[in-house]
């Protein structure tokens, strides 16, 4: 740590010598919550105040091909893991954590598939996203979120314009995408409907490790996102409703060694919610937030020739009810305490092929409080939950925050969270390429952030040192050519530094650029991390000048490992980026093109990844 942190010093040193550069800001924000913007008041969710929570907004990838994957392996200190091109298999990890220890939420939902499988991002179209939030940290969403939390937010958390809109595009590999909304709105609120469809050949050629071209097939994927909001507000009172349904079918293509032509994947996730924010009139009386949600997901695996075994035939859904109550006491100012309490119960169902149907019931507690200390902000928070018959998980920080005059911000967070193995890790049926594991032990993490950041009208910059000690974590890996499961990886360390940065050059052009530097190995055998690659750059220059958009954007990513022994070793990849939009009174049209330069690239598994792909799209507004 002494080293991350005299490199930390030294690149504060260098901020200092910057300050008086200039640039718009950057959506990095450090708030004592998540706020979702709506007409009238904001709903919250919970963060301490030294945590980082950067947040992408809208302008971030309209008028680009870009999905919800593409977005986020922007941030710095997430990693993206794809299986092939859009439409496939897409999970997201942070700091060296993986998708399991990563809490993905829609409007504030937890959502997953079925066995706590981490989400696949291809069951969400960007079409119906307003903003992302993405935090470090997250000790007060429990242990699932170890590694962090991702929050989604829908287009109709947002005050949006009356009028409706339709789009459609046409790219590589056979891929065709459409969507249609309509938004409604009234002097006490709004009303949105949206549908969308996405379908995609998907195959393509590459050239095998050997020399030979080879194809890659069955990688058609096909996708139906519906969406519905409504918002009634009044001077006290938010009333958010929501509907969400993803499904997803798609080929699996396997193992470039083992294809599996035939093998089809459907995937389907589908989320309700409803939540009531209340302000009090007394600024420094307590606010209450009411949540209600349903949850679902839904898998079911097909495969009747497969290159290993007999034919597989299974399916696996699970149902969620989940009710929560936060209490948020107000602070008249910056100076004051502000406290929160959160309590929460759900009640799982899941059915499978396999094993038939299984019943879980959990309830969560939540505290935190705020004071000031030596003109800090220092937050104290807790979360403990426990589950019938599988024991308590538990999680706890200590963050702090302090403005440091002339735009800069210091933070700092320490925290551990220890989590039970779920029911499905451990039990888990043999669902062909998926299996349980019944000797897990339970996971445990301790984490350290340190970091400063600097505002100015035209430059801004968000820099940090973390380190992370993992202990018997707890993470779906391949163990054969046509098998995964859950292990206990070797104690492992983590440390790192995560920088982000955007400058306003002039009044049309902007650039920004997010860099990680991860080290993770394992204590006794001194391999590295899987999927953890030790450099991660995302670059982009931009051109604005009010009808016209232009983008231009460089990724690069390291070497990795691609299974626990060491032996698969995933090649660096890199890519170019280039869309152009315009933007008329009714009509928008737009250019992009992916992978310019059609380089060879490899996913987390030393799969091949699909080349150079063109779309072009136009949406016309009603």
């Not at 800069?408 to 039970?420: E, K, P, V």
Request: charged content about 20%; overall charge neutral.
């Amino acid at each position: 740590m002494s080293r991350l942190a005299s490199l930390v010093a030294a690149l504060a040193a260098l901020v200092v010598s910057l300050w008086q550069l200039t640039t718009p800001a950057l959506s990095v924000e450090q708030l004592g919550e998540i706020r979702v913007v709506a007409p009238a008041e904001s709903l919250v969710t919970r963060t301490l105040p030294g945590e980082r929570v950067r947040v992408l907004t809208r302008d971030t990838w309209e008028g680009r091909d870009a999905t919800v994957a593409d977005v986020l392996d922007e941030v710095a200190g997430v990693i993206v893991a794809r299986t092939g091109g859009e439409g496939s298999l897409t999970t997201v990890g942070m700091r060296g954590a993986g998708g399991g220890q990563v809490l993905i939420m829609l409007n504030g939902v937890p959502v997953s598939l079925p066995g706590g499988l981490a989400l696949d991002l291809s069951l969400i179209d960007l079409d119906s996203v307003e903003r992302i939030e993405v935090i470090r940290g997250g000790a007060t969403f429990g242990s699932r979120a170890e590694g962090g939390v991702i929050n989604i937010i829908t287009r109709g958390q947002q005050a949006l314009q009356s009028g409706a809109s339709l789009a459609s595009s046409q790219g590589s590999f056979g891929t065709r995408e459409g969507c249609w909304q309509r938004v409604r709105t009234e002097t006490s609120g709004q009303s949105l409907l949206l549908l969308s469809g996405f379908n995609t050949e998907g195959d393509f050629d590459f050239a095998s490790i050997n020399g030979p071209i080879r194809s890659r097939q069955n990688n058609q994927a096909r996708r139906a996102n519906f969406l519905w909001e409504r918002q009634r507000f009044s001077a006290r009172t938010l009333t958010s409703s929501f509907a969400h349904v993803g499904a997803l079918r798609r080929g699996v293509p396997g193992f470039a060694e083992f294809p599996t032509v035939q093998a089809k994947l459907t995937e389907a996730m589908g989320t309700v919610g409803w939540n009531r924010l209340t302000e009090p009139e007394d600024a420094e009386a307590w606010s209450t937030e009411a949540r209600l949600s349903l949850s679902s997901g839904y898998l079911r695996f097909r495969d009747p020739d497969p290159a290993i075994g007999p034919p597989i035939r299974n399916r696996n859904a699970n149902l969620t009810a989940r009710a929560e109550l936060m209490l948020t006491e107000k602070a008249a100012s910056s100076t004051d305490a502000r406290s929160q309490v959160v309590v929460s119960f759900s009640e799982e169902w899941l059915r499978g092929t396999d094993y038939g149907s299984r019943r879980q019931t959990r309830a969560g507690l939540s505290l935190a409080r705020s004071f000031q200390l030596g003109g800090a902000t220092i937050t104290p928070g807790i979360n403990a939950s426990a589950a019938e018959g599988l024991g308590a998980n538990g999680s706890w920080e200590l963050a702090a925050r302090r403005e440091l005059g002339r735009g800069f911000i210091g933070s700092a967070s320490f925290g551990r969270s220890f989590r039970f193995p779920d029911m499905s890790e451990l039990y888990y049926p043999n669902e062909g390429y998926i299996r349980g594991n019944p000797e897990l032990r339970g996971e445990k993490a301790l984490s350290a952030d340190v970091g400063i950041g600097v505002e100015q009208p035209r430059f801004t910059l968000d820099l940090h040192a973390f380190r992370r000690k993992q202990e018997n974590t707890i993470k779906f890996v391949p163990v054969s050519a046509y098998t995964i499961e859950p292990r206990n990886l070797p104690s492992v360390d983590v440390d790192g530094i995560e920088a982000e940065t955007s400058v306003r050059l002039d009044t049309h052009f902007s650039g920004c650029a997010s860099y990680t530097l991860t080290r993770a190995s394992s204590r006794s055998s001194g391999l590295p991390l899987t999927q953890t690659p030790k450099y991660k750059l995302a670059a982009a220059l931009s051109y604005r000048n009010g009808t016209l958009s232009l983008r231009a954007g460089h990724y690069r990513e390291s070497e990795q490992t691609g299974d626990l022994f060491g032996s698969v070793r995933v090649p660096a990849k890199q890519r170019t980026d280039l869309s152009a939009s315009w933007r008329g009174k009714h009509n928008e049209w737009a250019l992009a093109v992916q992978n310019l330069f059609d380089e060879d690239g490899r996913d987390f598994w030393d799969l091949p990844l699909p080349g150079r792909y063109v779309e072009i799209s136009i949406k016309h507004s009603f």
